[in-house]
């Protein structure tokens, strides 16, 4: 039987990955650049060895890890954390965003390149890689560290404007046009896809997984959670975005469910495989002859990226008022490009837009970079130190004045704050009437149609759709009406009503317009008689109580579901996240850390050991299962499995976690030398020369002496169990004794008494 090639493309695929992630994690190098030399090696450059048979396949593999690796990152990015990140983070990717890949546009064209291809090569320079710089962070323990915070921000920035990217280059390559008009099309209909997506998928899928809590097991929830993935890549491919962006944005919804950290746990195994699968596909891509042909433009390339990284990340995190020493650290991290690049590239090539020779030299870039990274941010420090002696006194003030005068807080007027809010609003809302029009109008409508041809089915799918429109038409136009923010400007000036009646007016045509759209659409009628009745369907929704209901109880649901994941999360945290952030500011950190159960600490109070004045920290909680210990006293005891909140700045928290695992391993290291004494059972012979016949047991000192005791003695063909210590001992006994296994080998080799 011949097996197909699609299979035993796959067995050389998976067996070279994991030979590489034998060798590479042994080298202590990336596994990431493991899988991609087992790529260059499975792949048709080299001949030697049995390798891919159908590169058509690669292709197919490629897709496949790519759907899988940005569903996960979804399930890692959460919306909520990018409205978290601050404008540091946000100020600080756009920088390197912007900088990159102008200096990526530059690079290609004294390179030779045409427009296109430079715009595909600063896309590809602008993206650090977070798979490396979180193991990076890890290897090194420099997670808890506040510039840590920083670049974990500046990657979820970037994650999400890489995925953007991704959809408009397509919009770009497929056009092949750089019109401000087209692209500001394609940016608008991206915008009500995303708004669209995330806001059904959050009223509906977590919903659906609380309902079906009860029945659900680890493989229904793994194929369900898979399912929801492939189903949105069908549709975003059927509406002409990209497979990928489907994928991230069912991550993102399933995010925000309370079941987010178990679906991401189930799919992992299936993400990790074929993420090595993807990146083995990275590495079949790449030709050993035009890297060589080539080698200059990678030298230029690597050193573009790893200034251009440093400096613009640096200045960006500097500019968003962080102190200098955190900038440092931060662009000294971000040196590398990573998966996204490869991803863009994929994409590049399959579009035919971009010279398949660069796409060698950018996995080549990478492999560069991410070998340096770790070297680079252990130079962060020094380099600080260095700057730090160099810079004139009246740079240093100006940049203290820059940092404290940007951590200031602001005051918002009213206006600001009241047409902040109702943008948010009526923006989410008419995103998402848009998306149910225009899926109503292209498959809703044409199957009523078929059952009830003709005007009567017409008339049935309108009067339908605008029923489900309207409550949120209804929240388009009147949420915010009755806010205070709304009643303080009404009462504060006469000259404020006049606007804000306008806009009120202005949300009724908005929604007039929107009811307009299907109507005009679904009933071939005049444009009179549309307004007419757009009209009279608005004011019916503005009076109507049930509507007003209905819009009501969609918002609770809609907002419930958002915040359930947050809602349990804050349940469980050790401590609030507001005071979280109030320590931070003040560079103080907050950590946990749980007492193992042979932890040395165990039984002694918080006095005993004394953390405070040993590492400079202080104990601020302790939670004992579901009881928790606010500012603990000095005689508190610590228990196993205690979970200790510690607070302290980072050089101390780090010292903390130092100082209990070296007394851990010291413990540790003492009880395996206990373990070795453990009690054990052995057995021995009394010879004609033992100098225990004619001894009892009690004068023989085995008791006593050896800390041994005699269980059994079997004499001839009879046994005595549990002999009395007045038996005596005869020549041929088999004596069976129980002690700690070192005294009682020594004493059945008669080296004890």
Not at 157 to 164: G, M, P, W
Not at 257 to 274: C, G, R, W, Y
Not at 556 to 564: D, G, K, Q, Y
Not at 734 to 746: C, M, Q, S, T, Y
Request: glycine letters at 8%; hydrophobic letters at 50%; charged letters at 20%.
């Amino acid at each position: 039987m011949h097996l197909p090639t699609l299979i035993s493309d796959l067995v050389v695929i998976i067996i070279a990955a994991g030979l590489m992630t034998l060798l590479f994690k042994r080298l202590k190098q990336p596994v990431v650049l493991g899988y991609i030399l087992a790529g260059v090696l499975a792949g048709p450059s080299i001949q030697f060895i049995p390798t891919v048979s159908d590169t058509v396949n690669i292709n197919t593999w490629g897709e496949i890890g790519v759907i899988f690796l940005l569903f996960n990152l979804g399930l890692d990015f959460s919306i909520k954390k990018l409205m978290k990140v601050g404008g540091t983070a946000i100020v600080s990717a756009m920088t390197v965003l912007i900088g990159m890949m102008t200096t990526g546009y530059l690079v290609g064209t004294a390179l030779g390149l045409d427009r296109m291809n430079c715009i595909f090569l600063g896309a590809m320079l602008s993206m650090s890689s977070t798979t490396i710089i979180f193991k990076a962070f890890d290897e090194m323990g420099l997670r808890n560290k506040q510039f840590a915070g920083v670049v974990f921000g500046i990657l979820i920035v970037e994650d999400i404007f890489a995925v953007l990217m991704l959809v408009l280059l397509s919009t770009l390559a497929v056009s092949q046009t750089f019109e401000g008009q087209e692209l500001l099309l394609s940016m608008t209909k991206l915008a009500l896809f995303l708004v669209g997506c995330f806001v059904f998928g959050i009223y509906f899928i977590p919903s659906m997984l609380k309902a079906l809590k009860k029945i659900l097991n680890d493989e229904m929830l793994l194929i369900i959670s898979i399912g929801l993935c492939l189903g949105l890549v069908y549709v975003a491919d059927w509406i002409g975005f990209s497979s990928a962006l489907g994928a991230f944005m069912m991550g993102a919804i399933l995010a925000e469910t309370i079941e987010a950290e178990h679906i991401e746990s189930l799919v992992k195994p299936v993400k990790d495989l074929f993420a090595a699968v993807f990146f083995v596909s990275v590495g079949m891509l790449i030709d050993l002859n035009i890297l060589w042909e080539y080698k200059w433009h990678v030298a230029v390339l690597t050193i573009a990226v790893m200034i251009g990284q440093l400096f613009f990340g640096s200045f960006g995190v500097l500019l968003s008022g962080k102190p200098i020493k955190t900038a440092i650290q931060s662009g000294f991290s971000l040196t590398q490009i990573g998966e996204f690049a490869f991803i863009i590239a994929s994409q590049g090539i399959a579009l035919k837009v971009m010279e398949p020779h660069l796409y060698p030299l950018i996995v080549a870039v990478s492999v560069v970079t991410t070998f340096f990274t770790p070297y680079l941010i252990r130079l962060a420090e020094p380099a600080y130190n260095g700057i730090e002696r160099a810079l004139p006194p009246s740079w240093k003030q100006f940049l203290d004045q820059y940092t404290s005068g940007s951590n200031t807080i602001r005051h918002q007027s009213e206006w600001r704050k009241y047409l902040r809010s109702m943008s948010r609003i009526v923006g989410i809302y008419l995103a998402v009437t848009l998306v149910l029009i225009f899926v109503w109008l292209q498959l809703v409508a044409p199957l009523i149609r078929q059952f009830l041809p003709g005007q009567n089915g017409n008339i049935l799918a309108l009067v339908l759709l605008i029923a489900l429109m309207a409550p949120l038409l209804r929240a388009i136009m009147m949420k915010k009406n009755r806010s205070k923010a709304f009643r303080h400007l009404w009462n504060d000036s006469k000259y404020n009503r006049g606007p804000l009646v306008s806009l009120i007016v202005l949300r009724i045509i908005v929604c007039m317009g929107l009811v307009a759209i299907p109507t005009s659409a679904l009933l071939s009628t005049k444009w009179g008689i549309v307004l007419v009745a757009s009209l009279s369907v608005i004011a019916i929704m503005i009076f109507s109580k049930r509507v007003k209901k209905h819009s009501i109880l969609m918002e609770r649901h809609f907002v419930s579901n958002l915040s359930a994941r947050e809602a349990e999360s804050e349940r469980r945290a050790p401590i609030r996240r507001d005071f979280a952030n109030h320590l931070l500011e003040r560079d103080l950190h907050l950590t946990d850390i749980e007492v193992r159960p042979h932890s040395p600490s165990i039984g002694k109070t918080l006095k005993e050991l004394n953390f405070r004045q040993k590492c400079n920290v202080n104990i601020v909680t302790i939670i004992r299962g579901e009881r928790r210990i606010n500012i603990p006293g000095g005689d508190e005891y610590l228990y196993p499995l205690d979970k200790l909140i510690v607070v302290g700045s980072d050089d101390d928290i780090l010292h903390f976690h130092d100082y209990i695992a070296e007394r851990y391993h010291q413990a540790d290291q003492k009880r395996r030398e206990e373990e070795a004494d453990e009690m054990n059972i052995e057995q021995f012979t009394i010879s004609e020369d033992s100098r225990l016949i004619g001894l009892s047991i009690r004068e023989s000192g085995i008791r006593d002496k050896a800390q041994c005791l005699v269980i059994g003695i079997e004499r001839g063909k009879t046994s005595i169990k549990n002999p009395p210590p007045s038996t005596v001992f005869e020549e041929g006994d088999i004596v069976w004794i129980v002690g700690e296994r070192r005294k009682v080998i020594h004493l059945s080799e008669g080296k004890t008494l």
